[in-house]
């Protein structure tokens, strides 16, 4: 009996560390898209990821906020488009 409770614990120690490390660390980006010029929120408007596969996007709420969940860490650019608008890159 002892002999199993060894195992189990010698296994907990060595095994289980691994598996929490083998989760990819992510981050959530969040932001409000407005005019430039009048600062009104721009609904609708699509927040691109770029360099993701597959591609990582939505669209901004009535307020003009949006939010993008489970990205992976690191800088990354954003695309955000709106009809009659300019396209417009956010780097880093």
Do not use: A
């Not at 597959?54 to 307020?63: A, S």
Request: charged fraction near 15%.
């Amino acid at each position: 009996r002892m002999i199993i409770r060894l195992f189990f614990l010698s296994f907990c120690l060595c095994v289980l560390p691994l598996m929490t490390m083998s989760q990819s660390l992510t981050q959530t980006i969040r932001g409000t898209v407005v005019d430039r010029v009048s600062q009104t929120p721009l609904p609708g408007s699509s927040v691109i990821l770029l360099g993701t596969d597959p591609l990582v996007g939505t669209t901004t709420d009535p307020e003009g906020n949006f939010k993008l969940t489970q990205v992976p860490i690191g800088s990354h650019t954003i695309r955000i488009t709106f009809i009659g608008y300019k396209d417009m890159m956010l780097p880093n």
